[in-house]
């Protein structure tokens, strides 16, 4: 469903809007229109636009290519610095579903009143299963200023037995993806872990074009010292595999295909019949011009099979 002109957040997967307009949302409980910055390729920025009729054009923040999300932070805070050296900035991801808009609004603002002192804090959830598709941060003792607590380790998607290990702990959270720091903090931390791409964030096309793509986990996150984490007070999704949008599909729109002998699986489609007969546990994506069928317990290797198709068949990807 997702493809290069229509990106998954600009998907209407679990009701009348998509990803992105919820994030919207969700930073406009936070914050008025003028201090809402959103960072997007150039390709996409009239889509975005369309969808954010809220968004006012001067904060625009155009990326001239996708460099990952290190770069795009650094776009960010080099923005918002300019505006207001003093900002606190929350990096609110636009692919994930969160159930309490102002319990979420609660934790971003706990987070913030954590980072006066110059650190960098993020937010996390308890796993709810060994998943291999997310970053773990081994956590120590609450303490300090908005309870948060300090991150001992930062674990990038991690193997199966170590995820296992992890969500038996007690001792680890998801890391939800969102970073509440100082604008010039995350350009400092950036100058500091990747000076290659703070250059690309600071400077012109010629140091953009040269920045390697990489994420602010890896980037900064896993080297940075005196990381913190505030628990998230509210339900939250990453819709980062066919797994996690057909839980979601069945708890909220009940996305069933008539099928017999089929549980735990879901059909995504808006078009034809799909029907099932004793496939438990499959997700269908059913769209004009192309079908997928994938297990469940294998969604995240979808990945893998993206990677083959823009090899082979790149023309269904665009």
């Not at 997310?134 to 995820?163: C, H, N, Q, T």
């Not at 680890?172 to 100082?182: E, I, P």
Request: with cysteine.
């Amino acid at each position: 469903m997702s493809r290069a002109s229509r990106p998954k957040h600009m998907l209407r997967l679990f009701g009348a809007k998509s990803l992105l307009e919820a994030a919207w949302e969700r930073a406009r409980v936070l914050a008025p229109a003028s201090r809402i910055w959103v960072v997007v390729p150039r390709s996409l920025r009239r889509a975005v636009e369309r969808q954010l009729p809220g968004l006012r054009p001067e904060r625009t923040i155009v990326e001239a290519t996708s460099k990952g999300t290190a770069a795009a932070f650094g776009l960010a805070a080099r923005n918002v610095a300019a505006a207001d050296p003093k900002a606190v900035v929350a990096v609110l991801p636009t692919d994930h579903v969160v159930d309490d808009a102002k319990g979420f609004a609660r934790s971003v603002r706990q987070a913030a009143e954590a980072s006066a002192d110059g650190g960098i804090v993020c937010l996390g959830v308890r796993p709810d299963r060994p998943s291999t598709g997310f970053g773990y941060l081994e956590v120590g003792r609450r303490s300090g200023p908005g309870g948060a607590s300090p991150v001992r380790r930062f674990v990038e998607k991690p193997k199966a037995d170590r995820a296992r290990a992890f969500a038996r702990s007690g001792r680890h959270l998801w890391n939800v993806g969102v970073v509440v720091a100082g604008a010039r903090t995350i350009l400092d931390a950036l100058a500091r872990h990747a000076p290659s791409i703070h250059r690309a964030a600071t400077g012109g096309p010629a140091a953009w074009a040269k920045a390697p793509a990489r994420s602010f986990d890896r980037a900064v996150l896993e080297k940075v010292d005196g990381l913190r984490v505030v628990p998230l007070a509210s339900r939250w999704t990453d819709v980062g595999s066919w797994d996690a949008a057909a839980a979601l599909a069945s708890s909220r729109r009940g996305r069933a295909a008539v099928s017999v002998g089929s549980p735990g699986s879901v059909v995504f489609g808006d078009g034809r019949v799909v029907a099932l007969v004793d496939v438990p546990g499959v997700v269908v994506v059913d769209t004009p011009d192309a079908v997928l069928v994938v297990s469940r317990r294998s969604a995240e290797k979808v990945r893998d099979l993206v990677a083959k198709l823009a090899r082979e068949r790149p023309k269904v990807l665009r």
